[in-house]
């Protein structure tokens, strides 16, 4: 029998909140963190939903004092869901100094402002000029490096890709390191920046939502709301979460809390079907992982009591993710509570899989599930239950799904932790 | 514990020596030499014009079933030296359905595809970034490498992609290691690719990292590192199945160990803290002790602070036996190909268990004075090789080691 492993504490910059109580509050409440881009120079991109760290602070999290002059955008966002996480898990500097801690990061463009600033710098300037410092962030794994140099975390040290799935496939990754027996402690969950770069070429891309009042590229005013009719494209977003991840036994002994349990994940990729073809492979291999998750877990689907949801406002993908957790679930996908945080908090890429784990949390916690912010009139026919407002739900065991660009799956489970000492062991 | 057992049992290879498994082990076995001026951008602007670039790749030669064009360099390196693997490894071009869904893809990389952020900010000084290409997003975001591999090859259970810079090829065999352990899969094709770049450069330039003439690690002489290109794929897949089926296996994944050193973004620790407790902990996931190990394949990148380093590290966990146990660097012959170094240094481990070979540390001129190990200088050596250790070192302090160990008959 492996290890059991737990959740024992979190931190995160968000668009809504940086306090895991406030985040879960605002939620429940509907809040949604959108704003209209303001970037004259970039006219494709004026006015179009996106949701910013409102007035990010580092100094708030890292110390007034602190050095900041290292860390780039993506790494002051990280380090602070570290000293947060840290500090919320009782990992002190002596209990660190004495054992490593792990960190494992998931993202999608990760210090891609400072590559870009970089590349520009050694074209404009000449090579010459171009800054040793911004060079150590150019490589994708500088946040996670800069966040382990500031709270000297010496064990593993991973960074993951693909954006919506990083922060799950991380989650997952963090907990097979602790049963194999590699480390004992692992900060875990991912971090994503907003920047014009990114902005541009999501827009380029045909993914981000309209402008208000203007009609995207196919034709239709639109919305950045998960499941709804209306939508036409995702809200980028960002920030950082991060999870301490313990075998349970350990933080047992040590008199931590236990927020939740990490029970099974699953993973896979598909090639995206060709539009119009019937086929959606994608839905079969999301329909798979979730069935794999599940039965690892020892769950039939009604056992399941709340979905948290990738879904971003996506014209396809949103769909395809419904079909994959109606295929898995069968008749009781429509029986079950349903979030999808995107439609508060934006599209956060690499941060994102962690805020859907973050309102599972929160819902066992305090009994009430938030609904999907900004919904108006459900996609028809997707056979789940839809709904803007908060629920009232006894949430013992969670799925979290993740649909990735080109055809990535994710799917994880956790379950409140019920403080059997004894069943940990 | 009962745990399931991972062996190497493919290989696929692209690199300044050559593009496959045979041009690149026959040259590093014959001390050949792969750097030399840049050609793929004008180097002018730049103190120092040497790189390790692939020539003669021709990717439509690999591929059967990603279109080249449609993907970046980095990903054709990486999609070639997979479809190799897959090759070499006996099975079949195209899976099953029931396999394809067990067969997972773990790749690391420094850069990704740093072309197509190059060329989007070429659009972007000339004032064109609304006209930059619509398909960027589907071609630069690192992750990619990883989902072009697994569509080349046709594989559909997990796909992982580890940017964990120039320790990522033995970070992405550790996470497959671990999956095929945990018994989600039962194949892994796992590995490394990066591209020669500007950006790459730029940085390495401008640190005063990159050599004037030839990479010299370890020797007293040595003036940095030369940055190259390349991809190297190894396919996992456990003892059980590699037996059952009758597959050629290279070696065993004896074991892994991760550390970060959590001190400097580009230095390492001055004595070598992270590097040693990577080395101790695979040796202890391996159940093995310093004494068993016959050949360290080091990360040996020619600038002075790493070599002192890494000879130091090694001689604290290896003691009285460090000037007995053989180290040496291909990176003197083809250049620190970044994220993929890592991944074709693993393949060089398996490929020395499997032919009783290890590589030359070439260029190697004259000890540094702190540096008393068997760097095997210039000329490659027949030796047994019962367990191999493969070392990595990264920006960012992540140190990720690698054992490799002959399976008995």
């Known amino acids: 029998m492996s290890r059991r492993i737990g959740i024992t504490g979190v931190g995160l910059v968000s668009a809504l909140a940086d306090e895991p109580l406030a985040f879960h509050r605002a939620l429940r409440a509907g809040a949604r963190a959108l704003q209209p881009v303001v970037e004259e120079s970039l006219p494709d991109l004026a006015g179009r939903p996106h949701a910013p760290l409102p007035d990010f602070a580092p100094e708030r999290y890292l110390g007034a004092d602190a050095n900041l002059r290292p860390l780039d955008g993506a790494g002051r966002r990280l380090a602070s869901a570290a000293a947060l996480a840290l500090d919320a898990s009782g990992w002190s500097p002596s209990m660190r100094a004495a054992e490593p801690v792990g960190l494992v990061v998931g993202t999608m463009f990760a210090g891609m402002r400072t590559i870009a600033e970089f590349d520009r710098r050694a074209l404009e300037a000449g090579p010459q000029y171009v800054m040793p410092l911004d060079f150590a962030n150019t490589v994708f794994n500088a946040a996670a490096g800069q966040a382990a140099i500031r709270y000297r975390l010496t064990g593993p040290n991973a960074t993951l890709g693909g954006g919506p799935v990083a922060a799950v496939q991380a989650l997952g990754y963090a907990a097979q390191l602790i049963r194999s027996g590699q480390v004992r402690a692992v900060l875990a969950g991912g971090v994503d920046e907003l920047s014009r770069e990114a902005l541009v070429c999501m827009a380029r891309a045909g993914l981000l939502s309209a402008a208000a009042g203007a009609e995207n590229s196919s034709g239709r005013p639109g919305a950045p709301v998960p499941f709804d009719t209306r939508r036409d494209g995702c809200a980028l977003g960002e920030g950082a979460v991060l999870f301490m991840i313990e075998a349970i036994d350990d933080a047992l002994e040590r008199g931590a809390p236990i927020l939740a349990e990490i029970v099974s994940s699953a993973s896979a990729w598909a090639p995206p079907g060709e539009a119009g073809s019937g086929e959606d492979p994608v839905a079969d291999a999301l329909a798979r992982v979730i069935s794999t998750a599940l039965a690892d877990a020892g769950l039939a689907p009604e056992q399941l009591d709340a979905w948290s949801s990738s879904a971003s406002g996506a014209i396809s993908g949103d769909v395809t993710e419904a079909r994959g957790f109606v295929a898995a679930l069968g008749a009781a996908a429509s029986t079950i509570a349903v979030t999808a945080v995107k439609g508060a908090l934006g599209e956060a890429l690499g941060a994102a899989g962690a805020l859907q784990t973050l309102v599972l949390l929160g819902a066992m916690r305090d009994g009430f599930l938030p609904g999907v912010a900004g919904l108006e009139a459900g996609e028809p026919g997707l056979g789940i239950r839809l709904q803007a407002a908060e629920q009232a739900v006894d949430l013992k065991n969670g799925l979290v799904t993740a649909v990735g660009f080109e055809g990535a799956v994710e799917a994880l489970v956790v379950r409140r932790w019920e403080g059997d000492p004894h069943a940990a062991r | ?409």
């Open chain 2, 1 to 409: 514990m009962n745990r399931r057992r991972v062996v190497v049992t493919g290989l696929g290879l692209v690199t300044p020596l050559g593009v496959g498994t045979a041009p690149t082990w026959q040259g590093l076995l014959a001390g050949r030499i792969a750097t030399g001026p840049v050609r793929s951008f004008d180097a002018g602007p730049y103190r120092v014009d040497r790189g390790a670039e692939i020539t003669g790749f021709c990717p439509e030669h690999h591929l059967q079933r990603v279109p080249a064009e449609s993907i970046g360099r980095a990903s054709q390196f990486a999609a070639a030296a997979a479809r190799m693997a897959v090759a070499d490894a006996g099975l079949d071009d195209v899976p099953s359905p029931a396999m394809a869904e067990r067969s997972g893809v773990a790749m690391g990389t420094t850069s990704g595809e740093p072309a197509e952020i190059e060329r989007f900010d070429d659009a972007w000084i000339a004032g064109r970034s609304a006209e930059s290409d619509p398909r960027f997003v589907q071609r630069y975001p690192f992750h990619v490498i990883a989902q072009n591999v697994a569509a080349e090859v046709g594989f559909r259970g997990p796909v992982r992609m580890l940017p964990n810079a120039c320790a990522a090829g033995n970070y992405a065999v550790a996470q497959a290691t671990e999956l095929l352990r945990s018994g989600a899969v039962d194949r892994m094709l796992a590995g490394g690719a990066d591209i020669f770049s500007r950006i790459t450069y730029s940085g390495f330039a401008r640190l005063g990292a990159v050599a004037p003439d030839r990479c010299r690690p370890f020797d007293r002489e040595r003036r940095g590192m030369i940055p190259g290109e390349g991809a190297g794929v190894l396919l996992l897949e456990t003892l059980e199945a590699a037996r059952a089926r009758g597959a050629h296996i290279y070696a065993e994944v004896a074991g892994y160990g991760l550390s970060c050193d959590a001190h400097h973004m580009t230095g390492a620790h001055p004595t070598g803290d992270g590097a040693v407790r990577a080395m101790e902990r695979a040796l202890s996931s391996a159940g093995a002790v310093p004494g068993d190990v016959s050949y360290v394949s080091a990360h040996g990148t020619g600038t002075q602070a790493n070599d002192r380093v890494e000879a130091i590290a090694i001689q604290r966990l290896f003691g009285a036996r460090a000037a007995a146990t053989p180290v040496s660097s291909i990176k003197s012959m083809i250049g620190h190909t970044m994220g993929a170094a890592s991944a074709i240094e693993a393949a060089v481990c398996a490929l020395a268990v499997r032919d009783g070979w290890i590589p030359p540390t070439a260029n190697f001129v004259a000890a540094d004075d702190d540096c008393h190990l068997d760097f095997v200088p210039n000329v490659a050596r027949r030796l047994p090789v019962k367990l191999a250790m493969n070392n990595a070192y990264a920006f960012g302090g992540s140190n990720a080691s690698v054992l490799f160990r002959a399976v008995d008959a």
